[in-house]
Antibody
């Protein structure tokens, strides 16, 4: 059974860079795309971007200037970096398998932007 | 980007009743690339349907999807106690993939 687990700081200061890692277990990363999705408290879902196993990326235009997604298939991990964060970036961040629909999601990690 | 509008915002029903949730897109969704998710408090979304009407692994057949173009529908034929949750539609036919604002199905 494929499992995903997000990790990273739960608090980030304004203007700094949010960094999260997703560790994939129970299956290979090869042949799949891997996404980041976020959900502000009490609100809906927003797709951030994806990376394929061969490192092709696509980002949400609303975040593109600040987002970098990378992958290390040898370590079964992929990562998210979001720069110049503000309070509006406070959200639960999910990693998921797939670039369209996603059947496998991490449990999510709350990242709060606060000074 | 394609904007998805879900209706109603809240649906108040009793167990055993039928639930019909709608999702309208601001433009036609390519090749019926639409999905539905269920989310309960404190949990990640759970995939119910993809490609409009294909049930994900382990999803009971009381969940069904229909529609095409700009309008898709999720139907829950008979609500079970565990079905009370928030439901989101998603389109992935054009980038960026987008989600609707959600429909909350609550116990009446």
């Amino acid at each position: 059974q494929v499992q995903l687990q997000e990790s990273g700081p739960g608090l980030v200061k304004p203007s700094e860079t949010l960094s999260l890692t997703c560790t994939v277990s129970g299956g290979s990363m090869n042949g799949y795309s891997w996404s980041w999705i976020r959900q502000p408290p009490g609100k809906g879902l927003e797709w951030i971007g994806f990376i394929s196993y061969h490192e092709i990326t696509d980002y949400n235009p609303s975040l593109k200037s600040r987002v970098t997604i990378s992958i290390d298939t040898s370590k079964n991990k992929f990562s998210l970096k979001l720069s110049s964060v503000t309070a509006a970036d406070t959200a639960v961040y999910y990693c998921a398998r797939g670039k369209g629909w996603s059947a496998y999601w991490g449990q999510g990690t709350l990242v709060t932007v606060t000074s | 980007e394609i904007v998805l509008t879900q209706s109603p915002g809240t649906l108040s029903l009793s167990p055993g009743e039928r639930a019909t949730l709608s999702c309208r897109a601001s433009q036609s969704v390519t090749t019926n690339y639409s999905a539905w998710y269920q989310q309960k408090p404190g949990q990640a979304p759970r995939l119910l349907l993809y490609d409009v009407s294909t049930r994900a692994t382990g999803i009971p057949d009381r969940f069904s999807g229909s529609g095409s173009g700009t309008d898709v529908t999720l139907t829950i034929s008979r609500l079970e106690p565990e079905d009370f949750a928030v439901y989101y539609c998603q389109q992935y036919g054009s980038s960026p993939p987008t989600f609707g604002g959600g429909t909350k199905v609550e116990i009446k």
